[in-house]
T-cell receptor, first 113, second 113 residues
Framework: AQSVTQLGSHVSVSEGALVLLRCNYSSSVPPYLFWYVQYPNQGLQLLLKYTTGATLVKGINGFEAEFKKSETSFHLTKPSAHMSDAAEYFCAVSGNAGNMLTFGGGTRLMVKP | DVKVTQSSRYLVKRTGEKVFLECVQDMDHENMFWYRQDPGLGLRLIYFSYDVKMKEKGDIPEGYSVSREKKERFSLILESASTNQTSMYLC????????????FGQGTRLTVV
């Protein structure tokens, strides 16, 4: 069984500030981890995915995530928030051959001017 | 440009009606998924198909069925719609494998009155 917990359903930052969105997972097999972003009234699009062997993963729009096996975490960061980053972010895990993604509850990021 | 297309963006149906949500992908993907998205709950998997005519139940299959007669098309059926099925429904597809990206449609917002 696999599960994902995203700490904080809402995060608010000022423009230019650091963005940190937290994700912890549990998986009975080596996990495949993803971050997706959903802009208003749109479907989800991939921000980045964890590839075995790399602890720091770079994604689109300046986002990156660090895989920490000892902490079962895959937190998403961006050094400097932009107004266009306001969206909902989902962490997901896949640990089976069927590629079924299990999603966290999502974190809505708000960026203040 | 890769595409997952859902037939409707918005639907309003009456309680007890039979509802069909259609999804088509143009990427020749083996896997197709139906998720339901509710605030605070993230995305929950309803059904998954890994090949034509093949299906597997996800986390919340009750009240739903699916049909996959052609590789590119995956339909979600609400046999008798109820108000607690009011939600956003997202279709996704991916190629076979354990670390492949899932591509999402724009979503269908279903309201059952």
């Amino acid at each position: 069984a696999q599960s994902v917990t995203q700490l904080g359903s809402h995060v608010s930052v000022s423009e230019g500030a650091l963005v940190l969105l937290r994700c912890n997972y549990s998986s009975s097999v080596p996990p495949y981890l993803f971050w997706y972003v959903q802009y208003p009234n749109q479907g989800l699009q991939l921000l980045l995915k964890y590839t075995t062997g790399a602890t720091l993963v770079k994604g689109i729009n300046g986002f990156e995530a660090e895989f920490k096996k000892s902490e079962t975490s895959f937190h998403l960061t961006k050094p400097s928030a932009h107004m266009s980053d306001a969206a909902e972010y989902f962490c997901a895990v896949s640990g089976n051959a069927g590629n079924m993604l299990t999603f966290g509850g999502g974190t809505r990021l708000m960026v203040k001017p | 440009d890769v595409k997952v297309t859902q037939s409707s963006r918005y639907l309003v149906k009456r309680t007890g009606e039979k509802v069909f949500l259609e999804c088509v992908q143009d990427m020749d993907h083996e896997n197709m998924f139906w998720y339901r998205q509710d605030p605070g709950l993230g995305l929950r998997l309803i059904y998954f198909s890994y090949d034509v005519k093949m299906k597997e139940k996800g986390d919340i299959p009750e009240g739903y069925s699916v049909s996959r007669e052609k590789k590119e098309r995956f339909s979600l059926i609400l046999e008798s719609a109820s108000t607690n099925q009011t939600s956003m429904y997202l279709c996704a597809s991916s190629s076979r494998g354990t670390n492949t990206e899932a591509f999402f449609g724009q979503g269908t917002r279903l309201t059952v009155v």
